[in-house]
C-alpha cells in the first residue's frame, strides 16, 4: 500500500521552502490542510517563514517527518533525496527538472533501498481529494482540479495531469489519488510499480494512465496490466510528434519506433488495457467502466 494512502502524512517538511515558487506551493498547501511542521534552509535556523519554522537539518526535528517536499535546486536533490531516504521519510516529493541523469540514478536507488516512493525529479507532485473538500497536497496538484472517487489517476506530464483531473472532475468522475509521477526519463518510480501499488487499494476502482512518447516505461507497464485486476484505461499522447525531436522535456524523445505512442498503444492493448487516443474519449471508457 502507498504510505500516503494507507497513513495520510501528519509531519511534512519542505527543503527550500523560501523560493517565489516554493513560498506560493507552500501557501496553497497549507491553506489545502497539509500538515508542514518545519522547512529546511541552511543558515536560517531558528526563523519564521509565514509561521513555518526554519532549521538547518533534519537532525533538528523533535519527531521524524513522514513526508518531504524537495524545491531544492537540482545540483542538490540527489543529496536531498538521500537525507530524507536515511531517515526513512516513506513519501518524498521531488520538484526540480534538469536532475543531472547520474544523480537522478542515484537518487531513486537510495528512495527504493529505504522502502521510501520517490516521486520525480520533475515532479508537480500529488493529491488526494477528500470527501467534504480539502483533502492531502504534496506539490502543486492542485485540490481545487480534483474531487474524490475511485480512479488512480497516474500521469508522466505534469500539464497532462492537471487537464485530465479537470477533465475527469468536470465529468463527475472522482479521483482516489491525482499523481504526477516525474517527467525525467529517470524518476524515483515507475508506472508499473505505482499501478502494482494500487492492486489492493479497495477503494480504487480503476486507473486512468496517461503517458507519452520517449523511453519504455509502458512496457514494463504493459506486462503489469496483465495480472491487475482491476480496470486500466491508458492515453498516449505525442502521436503527431516527429521522430528524432524532444517535445516537452527530457523524457519525451522519440529514439527508437518502439518509443512512439502507436507503439506503446499497441503494447497496452494487447495486455489488456482500454487505451483511448485522447483523455476525452478515455473518460467516456470510463463512465462506462465505473457507472453501476
Not at 523533535?62 to 536531498?80: F, N
Not at 516521486?119 to 507532485?125: H, K
Not at 496483465?226 to 522535456?249: L, N, W
Request: charged content about 15%; overall charge neutral; proline content about 7%.
Amino acid at each position: 500500500m502507498l504510505p500516503f494512502l494507507s497513513a495520510p502524512p501528519r509531519r511534512v517538511i519542505v527543503f527550500n521552502p523560501a523560493g517565489r515558487y516554493a513560498a506560493r506551493q507552500v501557501a496553497e498547501m497549507r491553506a489545502a490542510g497539509t500538515p508542514i511542521i518545519a522547512g529546511i534552509a541552511l543558515g536560517r535556523n531558528g526563523e519564521l517563514l509565514d509561521g513555518v519554522p526554519l532549521l538547518d537539518s533534519l537532525a533538528q526535528l523533535e519527531e521524524p517527518a513522514d513526508a518531504a517536499i524537495l524545491y531544492t535546486p537540482p545540483e542538490g536533490t540527489a543529496d536531498a533525496v538521500r537525507q530524507c531516504a536515511a531517515t526513512g521519510i516513506p513519501t518524498i516529493v521531488a520538484a526540480a527538472e534538469y536532475v543531472p541523469v547520474h544523480d537522478a540514478l542515484r537518487a531513486a536507488q537510495a528512495a527504493r533501498q529505504a522502502g521510501s516512493w520517490l516521486l520525480g525529479p520533475n515532479t508537480l507532485g500529488l493529491c488526494v481529494p477528500a470527501a467534504g473538500g480539502g483533502g492531502l497536497l504534496l506539490g502543486s496538484v492542485s485540490l481545487a482540479f480534483c474531487a474524490p472517487g475511485a480512479v488512480a489517476l497516474l500521469g508522466r506530464s505534469g500539464t497532462l495531469t492537471l487537464a485530465t483531473a479537470r477533465l475527469l472532475t468536470r465529468a463527475g468522475i472522482g479521483q482516489r489519488a491525482a499523481i504526477h509521477l516525474g517527467g525525467d526519463t529517470v524518476i524515483g518510480r515507475n508506472p508499473h510499480e505505482w499501478l502494482e501499488a494500487f492492486a489492493d487499494d479497495a477503494a480504487t476502482r480503476a486507473v486512468l494512465y496517461c503517458g507519452e512518447i520517449g523511453g519504455d516505461k509502458e512496457y514494463a507497464l504493459a506486462e503489469a496490466i496483465a495480472g491487475f485486476p482491476k480496470p486500466v484505461v491508458a492515453v498516449i499522447v505525442g502521436r503527431h510528434a516527429p521522430a528524432d525531436r524532444q517535445m516537452g522535456h527530457a523524457g519525451a524523445l522519440i529514439g527508437a519506433e518502439r518509443e512512439s505512442a502507436a507503439r506503446k498503444l499497441a503494447a497496452l492493448a494487447e495486455a489488456g488495457a482500454h487505451v483511448a487516443p485522447t483523455p476525452y474519449a478515455a473518460i467516456g471508457i470510463l463512465k462506462e467502466l465505473t457507472t453501476p
